[in-house]
């Protein structure tokens, strides 16, 4: 019964590159998060996505990052012409239910952790 | 804006000392959460509490809710080593729970 995968574990990309960082939810959640997490800090919001649909960008830059979830495949955190400051591990959590059902409960993935050079 | 404050930020306590950290929210909420992370691992569940006067233990760890107060405490007893860990509280915005709202952070260091 495999959680929350993620992948790469670890990505380094120099200034000027694409950062591609991959997301499988838990077999049944259709429900994904994405956070980020600077380093000594709390994890912040970015998306929230279903199958096909963007539910709540709030919290992605606007510019650079995007965020897809397809009917097929996993869902994806792209950061274009990636900069020091996307250094971060980027945590994906799933959920079966929209607003995360009774308990809200979270889980999370093992995070992607970006270094940019 | 939703704001989630955690004190202390670091604690370091001797091996079977008992000690609170606490965590204050600043809008209405009804669901806090309680996540244990360890250095470059993810987040581990703890507690999830869901109304006023919850109050949830699990092992060394007790975790209570005063959703009046806006504000929730995890509680150690006994401190042991494996402790050692960042632990983290979320909540709820309760107009929209699409979203976890993390707060600071309270590294942990448990020493003999």
């Known amino acids: 019964n495999a959680g929350v995968m993620q992948n790469p574990r670890h990505l380094v990309r120099r200034r000027g590159q694409e950062a591609r960082l991959r997301c499988s939810p838990m077999?049944?959640?259709?429900?994904v998060y994405w956070y980020r997490q600077l380093p000594e800090e709390g994890l912040k919001f970015m998306v929230y996505?279903?199958?096909?649909?963007?539910?709540?960008e709030s919290g992605m830059p606007k510019e650079r990052f995007s965020a897809e979830f397809p009917k097929e495949g996993p869902s994806i955190l792209r950061i274009q012409q990636v900069v020091r400051g996307d250094s971060a591990a980027y945590f994906c959590?799933?959920?079966?239910?929209?607003?995360?059902?009774?308990?809200?409960?979270?889980?999370f993935g093992e995070g992607s952790r970006l270094t940019v050079l | 804006e939703l704001k989630v404050e955690q004190n202390p930020l670091f604690l370091s306590m001797q091996e079977g000392k008992n000690y609170t950290i606490y965590c204050n929210y600043s809008?209405?909420?009804?669901?806090l959460y309680w996540y244990r992370q360890d250095p470059g691992k993810s987040l581990e569940s703890l507690f999830v509490?869901?109304?006023?006067?919850a109050v949830k233990q699990e092992g060394r760890l007790m975790a209570s809710l005063d959703t009046k107060a806006r504000l929730s405490t995890l509680h150690i007893t006994a401190a042991v080593h494996d402790l050692s860990a960042t632990y983290f509280c979320?909540?709820?915005?309760?107009?929209?729970?699409?979203?976890?709202?993390f707060g600071t952070g309270t590294r942990l260091q448990v020493f003999p």
């Open positions: 077999k049944g959640h259709s429900h």
């Open positions: 809008t209405t909420s009804d669901r």
């Open positions: 959590a799933s959920s079966p239910f929209r607003n995360r059902g009774n308990t809200g409960e979270l889980f």
């Open positions: 996505l279903q199958k096909e649909n963007i539910i709540d």
């Open positions: 979320a909540v709820d915005l309760q107009e929209n729970t699409d979203k976890l709202i």
């Open positions: 509490l869901l109304s006023n006067g």
